[in-house]
């Protein structure tokens, strides 16, 4: 992609250091007209070596490591000589100059630095394969090779090969940490509510969907948070109840175990508790988070200790096939229940469908 403004890496005599510098930026045999901005020393024990930002009268095609040479207007002779480092820059304020020179400093390592440099300084948006491939020289081949040596030391996460796409490793950490705090902070604005959506924390970090689906998966694992009906909490989060709502959460689940949750509608069990509709979703989540209660397709609620019984007689009937008809018979089940049920069964791997028959697995 062609851009007007780049950094580089330029050796020029100390005396040509000053806030900027109007020259001619000589490269692939054409003088352009340009503006040299100093950010600071390359070198601090090589005199003359500066890092630079560069404005060009027109937009160019570079790559890192490019070699260019400095001409002053109106005087003969080369001033200097340099090389592109970060061929894709923009105009930063002052404070996040030392940032930029620390980057620029890691780009004046070999390949394998750079694709570190370029990954460590995207943070936790990650690098595709495209953008390397934009920014340097290097064949496709050439990238995955580094990129997976770079991964053996433990410095980058390859999130995708085909194409690639990586992130560095403290940036995936510094995330993890970012959604802990985020999710604190939520449970103490919101400690009525089991957890925040996916589509909140995905709008609060505005990330790659594989990058964040990465980050919960891994703080999952690790114990740090737990999925609720869609919604993400710290893993120690537990709302606070009433002495009341507690009585009331006993006895939804007694009714689920006699049954009774499947005659009587979501409405019914409002009314007969008193609740709105949000206060009663959460107590239904809480059952089904503590694993007293399982839900099926359309609202469908069984008691996990029921359901465990019927995929225990299933087990156990000595069939490999199972027809609707069976299977009411099993359970005393009506068919607008039997089915629902059958698909929830499949849904665990306990059945699989046939076309009129369940395979019993």
């Not at 959506?197 to 990058?211: E, G, T």
Request: proline share 4%.
């Amino acid at each position: 992609m062609e851009n007007s403004c780049f950094d580089a890496v330029i050796d020029v005599p100390p005396s040509a250091e000053k806030q900027t510098l109007n020259a001619l930026l000589c490269i692939r045999g054409t003088k352009i007209p340009a503006s040299f901005f100093f950010y600071g020393q390359a070198k601090e024990e090589g005199k003359g070596h500066f890092f630079v930002m560069v404005q060009s009268s027109q937009p160019l095609l570079l790559r890192w490591m490019d070699r260019f040479e400095i001409e002053e207007k109106g005087k003969l002779g080369i001033l200097g000589k340099g090389k592109v480092l970060n061929p894709l820059s923009e105009k930063i304020p002052p404070k996040k100059i030392k940032k930029r020179e620390n980057f620029l400093r890691q780009l004046l390592g070999d390949e394998k630095q750079m694709i570190f440099a370029v990954v460590h300084y995207r943070g936790i948006h990650g690098v595709t394969e495209r953008e390397i491939i934009s920014y340097s020289p290097l064949s496709r081949e050439s990238i995955l090779r580094f990129s997976q040596g770079l991964e053996a030391e433990g410095k980058i996460r390859i999130l995708a090969f085909s194409p690639l796409f990586l992130l560095s490793q403290a940036s995936f950490e510094f995330l993890c940490e970012q959604i802990i705090a985020f999710l604190s902070r939520f449970h103490k604005k919101h400690p009525d509510e089991l957890g925040a959506s996916f589509a909140r924390i995905q709008k609060r970090f505005d990330l790659n969907p594989r990058i964040l689906s990465l980050a919960l998966r891994y703080l999952s694992r690790e114990a740090k948070i737990k999925e609720i009906e869609n919604r993400v909490a710290l893993f120690d989060f537990e709302i606070s109840l009433l002495p009341e709502e507690k009585e009331i959460l006993n006895q939804m689940e007694e009714m689920c175990l006699k049954g009774e949750f499947q005659a009587v509608s979501l409405k019914y069990l409002k009314e007969y508790f008193n609740l709105s509709t949000k206060k009663l979703n959460v107590m239904l989540s809480l059952l089904i988070e503590r694993k007293k209660i399982v839900q099926g397709k359309d609202g469908f609620f069984l008691h996990s200790r029921w359901l465990e019984e019927i995929i225990s007689k299933v087990r156990n009937s000595g069939k490999k096939e199972l027809t609707v008809s069976d299977f009411k018979k099993m359970t005393g089940l009506t068919r607008k229940y039997v089915i629902p049920l059958l698909e929830l069964l499949d849904q665990m791997g306990i059945t699989r469908r046939r076309g009129a028959i369940r395979e019993i697995l």
